[in-house]
């Protein structure tokens, strides 16, 4: 398997998520709306779920390789949306800083997507 691609692959999804949301965070995040977020959600999970079900796939990863994927794959970005989600206002200048606390949850759903991928049915050792 090669580390170094489904690290650096982790590290620029976060880069532009992170740059798309910094200009139109405030058009698609609607952190007031409960019935967005309750849609949004479970999306979210489903369609992180099926990136790195995609991924492993590309790669022909076998069952062992994919939880080491997963975890280079989303290793960068927990580490920088720790920070992220603590400088919100500066980083998200255009969303409301009330906002922070759904979009960190948000973000702990997208990973828990791609930690949950390994487990699916799928490639086997």
């Known amino acids: 398997m090669n580390r170094k691609l489904f690290f650096g692959l982790g590290f620029v999804i976060w880069l532009l998520a992170t740059i798309v949301f910094r200009a139109f965070g405030h058009i ?10 309750r849609l949004l ?3 979210t999970f489903a369609a992180m779920l ?7 796939r590309w790669q022909k990863l076998s069952r062992s390789q994919r939880f080491e994927a997963a975890a280079l794959l989303v290793i960068s970005g927990m580490l920088l949306d720790a920070f992220v989600t603590q400088l919100f206002a500066w980083v998200f200048p255009n ?14 759903i997208a990973y828990a997507g791609v930690l949950m ?9």
């Open 50 to 56: 099926a990136l790195a079900n995609a991924l492993f």
């Open 117 to 125: 991928a390994p487990f699916m049915p799928g490639a086997e050792d």
């Open 41 to 43: 959600w479970p999306l």
């Open 95 to 108: 969303m409301p800083a009330e906002a922070a606390g759904s979009f960190a949850a948000w973000l702990l």
């Open 28 to 37: 698609i995040f609607l952190y007031e709306e409960a019935a967005y977020l």
